[in-house]
């Protein structure tokens, strides 16, 4: 494949989550009833921190946008710190004036997470697909929990973790970690018409270089995005660091 690499909006790190924010503000105004896929982790965080504010300020809700949660952990209780749509409910969601017209979560408490996938995909079809999705970069690579060697035409499914991502599980506070998660597949993420690819500190640095200057390949989930023509990358100047510019 030989996709063009995809230059990233470069921000000063104390401006970055301000701008992005932003942004995202003014995207949710221009579109109230967006489907709007959304990722936990540290990244977006500041973000979610700032956008209740921002939104008040713009004199917008998120009344009508219908928000899609990216991936879940599996194994851990329901109200778990550290499951995603725990985090995103603290995070966000109950932050919010005006709840979302809709949370779309992973139905993992059932014992079915298979089902629960093809049931999530169902649900995402029947509302007209995914307007934007805003994804975080796993220290692998990865996108959601698509691991390296998921390949574009991956589904939404059950993953088993790798060591990096079960270690930073861990480091959010699951101890033991969760080894199993279901994510939003890469083909459903490259199906979305818009794609907001964040990273953030120095950390960042040298998969963001991969994702962006090596080859494009299902070893590095992130790369496979930049075939996707409404695709954003926003970093701040310490994860672009090593890029060649
Ligand atoms: C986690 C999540 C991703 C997240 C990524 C980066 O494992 N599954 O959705 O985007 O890794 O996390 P962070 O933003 O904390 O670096």
Request: glycine letters at 8%.
């Amino acid at each position: 494949m030989t996709e063009a690499r995809r230059d990233p909006e470069v921000v000063p790190a104390a401006e970055w989550a301000d701008e992005v924010t932003e942004a995202l503000a003014a995207r949710i105004a221009a579109q109230p009833d967006l489907v709007l896929c959304l990722p936990t982790g540290s990244t977006p965080e500041p973000i979610y921190e700032r956008l209740p504010d921002a939104l008040d300020r713009l004199g917008v809700s998120m009344a009508r946008v219908t928000v899609v949660l990216l991936d879940e952990y599996l194994g851990l209780p329901a109200g778990h710190r550290i499951r995603c749509d725990s985090q995103l409910r603290r995070q966000l969601i109950d932050r919010l004036d005006a709840p979302p017209a809709a949370f779309l979560s992973f139905d993992v408490d059932g014992g079915d997470p298979a089902a629960a996938c093809v049931a999530f995909d169902a649900e995402i079809a029947a509302i007209g697909g995914l307007d934007l999705v805003i994804l975080g970069l796993g220290m692998n690579g990865h996108i959601g929990m698509n691991e390296p060697g998921t390949p574009t035409d991956a589904s939404t499914r059950v993953i088993e973790l790798t060591p990096s991502t079960m270690e930073a599980a861990r480091q959010y506070g699951a101890d033991p970690p969760p080894k199993y998660g279901v994510t939003l597949g890469m083909a459903e993420i490259l199906a979305a018409r818009e794609v907001w690819l964040l990273a953030t500190g120095e950390r960042k640095a040298a998969i963001l270089r991969e994702v962006l200057e090596g080859p494009v390949t299902a070893d590095v989930p992130g790369s496979l995005l930049r075939g996707h023509p409404g695709l954003r990358v926003i970093a701040d100047d310490a994860a672009a660091d090593s890029l060649a510019g």
